[in-house]
């Protein structure tokens, strides 16, 4: 049986990652400070192959046993938290990611690197193809979180290149699904709870820039393939299906059967105008494309946020 340590596992994606692993009969070890994840993503788990560890990973960690795979996604993922912890987000992109590598080489492990379309910034060009640099602002207050994750993706063909460790990298795209936080600021959860509440639905600008969102199960699966191939360059993972913010609010306002209505709120600063990933590489590596389409994700989080037993599972 092999073992597989997750950062962040206790977070969104890494608690659907954990139960992925274990579902695929590996031994899960979840490592988390719980600073933006939680004990509550993990509580179903009733599994003697799952062992959660508290830890700071910007601080030395050990571990004793044989480790076969290390997913780091240990990170401030929303703009809400990495702008509360910016240096925080810093440390975790630069140390963590160092750490986590320096885990891997020594156990002779492959590792992931859960990076993010944000390191193309706001893009010159659409759809981001992995060959594009990027148009970032560095000194902007999203600059701590896309720099880190430059700076680790930098960091990891490095230990690849000099070190030989069996590296890879994904920029994932915008991913939704059960178990966001409804306040972590990023737009579906917030619409979400907006709609289900019937408080009014808070657009920023006037709504017109784009977004393609991935529903969380298809992503993990992005992942998984990644994982377990041969593949060291880095490969987006998100939902080629692009559409405006103004064209989500509807759809969440439609599936929900809400009756809340649309209002618009300044523009944050250095929020990207486009963003679409370009899925060739996955498609042609992998054999991955999404499956689950918007409206049909957002159904089965309206199904989980009400509780509905037959859907339960889907957070599971
Ligand atoms: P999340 O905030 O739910 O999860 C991040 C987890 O990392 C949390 O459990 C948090 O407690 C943990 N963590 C943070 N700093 C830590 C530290 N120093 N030591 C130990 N644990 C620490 O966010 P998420 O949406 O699940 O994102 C997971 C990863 O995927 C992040 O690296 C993020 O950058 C990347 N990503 C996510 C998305 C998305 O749409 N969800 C998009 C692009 C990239």
Known sequence: MSTALVSGGAGFLGSHLCDRLLGEGHRVICADNLDTGSLENIEHIRNGDFVFVNHDLTQHFEIGEPIDFVFHLASPASPIDYMRLPLHTLKVGSYGTHNMLGLAKVKRARFLLASTSEVYGDPQVHPQPETYWGHVNPIGPRGV???????????????????????????????????????????????????????????????????????????????????????????????????????????????????????????????????????????????????????????????????????????V
């Open 145 to 315: 979180y896309d720099e880190a994750k430059r700076y680790a993706e930098a960091m990891t063909m490095a230990y690849h290149r000099q070190q030989g460790v069996d590296t890879c990298i994904a920029r994932i795209f915008n991913t939704y699904g059960p178990r966001m936080r409804p306040h972590d600021g990023r737009a579906i959860p917030t619409f979400m709870r907006q709609a289900l509440e019937g408080k009014p639905i808070t657009v920023f600008g006037d709504g017109s820039q784009t977004r393609s969102f991935c529903y969380v199960d298809d992503l993990i699966r992005g992942l998984y393939l990644l994982a377990t191939s041969g593949e060291h360059l880095p490969v987006n993972i998100g939902n080629p299906t692009e559409m405006s913010l103004l064209e989500l609010a509807e759809a969440v306002i439609r599936v929900t059967g809400s009756e809340s209505e649309i209002v618009f709120e300044a523009l944050p600063i250095d929020d990207p105008q486009v963003r679409q990933p370009d899925i060739t590489r996955a498609r042609q590596v992998l054999g991955w494309e999404p499956e689950v389409t918007l409206e049909d994700g957002l159904r089965r989080l309206t199904d989980y946020l009400a509780g509905e037993p037959a859907n339960a599972q889907v957070g």
